[in-house]
C-alpha cells in the first residue's frame, strides 16, 4: 500500500529535550516536505526536500532541522523543542513536482 | 493580510444539501489551485486540482477558479454526513512551487 508513515503519532515532552520525528515514504518520491498546523494558520512549510541531500527552508524553519540522507527518509529534528512548537506535524511527499502531495497521519507535540 | 483566506466555518448543512466553499488570495501569479480534504485526526488528501481559471467536475464535487476575482470555490451536491471534515484551498505559482494552503472550512452534514 503506497502510503506515507510518520512516528511517534503522539508526544509530550519538555523544553530543550532534543527529539526527531520520523517520516518515510514507499511511492519513491522526489519531494518531500514538513508542515505544522496551527488553529486559524493552517498548514505552513517548515523544510523540504527536492531529492536526496537537497533541503532548504520552508516559511517556518527556525528551531527545526531535518536531513535527507536516503530517498524514502525525511526526519524532522527539533534540537531543542519549546512551547511555542506545540502544533500539529505533518509529512508529504509527491512525485512530480508538488501537484499531489501525500501527508502522513500527522504527529502531535505537546511541549511542556 | 494572508495570502491565501478562508472563512473557518463551522458550516453546518442538512444532507442532500448543495454545500460552497470559497476561498480568496491576493496574489494574481498563481495558476495552480487544489482543494484537500482533512478528515479529524488524518492527512489531508488531494480532491481536486485545477490549472488557470474554469470549471472542473468530479462526480458530486466541482471546482471553480475566478483569476479576475481572485477567487477560488468548491461545490459539493447531495452532500453527505461522509463530506463531514475541513477543507483546504491550496495554491501555488508554478508546478514546482511551494503550495500555499489557507486555513480551511470545517463541515458538518447533518443527517
Known amino acids: 500500500e503506497a502510503q506515507v508513515t510518520q512516528n511517534p503519532r503522539y508526544l509530550i515532552t519538555v523544553t530543550g529535550k532534543k527529539l526527531t520525528v520520523t517520516c518515510s515514504q514507499n511511492m519513491n518520491h522526489e519531494y518531500m516536505s514538513w508542515y505544522r498546523q496551527d488553529p486559524g494558520l493552517g498548514l505552513r512549510q517548515i523544510y523540504y526536500s527536492m531529492n536526496v541531500e537537497v533541503t532548504d527552508k520552508g516559511d517556518v524553519p527556525e528551531g527545526y532541522k531535518v536531513s535527507r540522507k536516503e530517498k524514502r527518509n525525511f526526519p524532522l529534528i527539533l534540537e531543542s523543542p519549546s512551547p511555542n512548537q506545540t502544533s500539529l506535524y505533518f509529512c508529504?511527499?509527491?512525485?512530480?513536482?508538488?501537484?499531489?502531495?501525500?501527508f502522513g497521519p500527522g504527529t502531535r507535540l505537546t511541549v511542556l | 493580510q494572508k495570502e491565501v483566506e478562508q472563512d473557518p466555518g463551522p458550516l453546518s448543512v442538512p444532507e442532500g444539501a448543495i454545500v460552497s466553499l470559497n476561498c480568496t488570495y491576493s496574489?494574481?501569479?498563481?495558476?495552480?489551485f487544489m482543494w484537500y480534504r482533512q478528515y479529524s485526526r488524518k492527512g489531508p488528501e488531494l480532491l481536486m486540482y485545477?490549472?488557470?481559471?474554469g470549471n472542473k467536475e468530479d462526480g458530486r464535487f466541482t471546482a471553480q477558479v475566478d483569476k479576475s476575482s481572485k477567487y477560488i470555490s468548491l461545490f459539493i451536491r447531495d452532500s453527505q454526513p461522509s463530506d463531514s471534515a475541513t477543507y483546504l484551498c491550496?495554491?501555488?505559482?508554478?508546478?514546482?512551487?511551494?503550495?500555499?494552503f489557507g486555513p480551511g472550512t470545517s463541515l458538518s452534514v447533518i443527517p
Open positions: 496574489n494574481s501569479a498563481f495558476q495552480y
Open positions: 491550496a495554491m501555488k505559482k508554478t508546478s514546482y512551487d511551494k503550495v500555499i
Open positions: 508529504a511527499s509527491s512525485g512530480q513536482g508538488t501537484d499531489t502531495q501525500y
Open positions: 485545477t490549472y488557470s481559471s
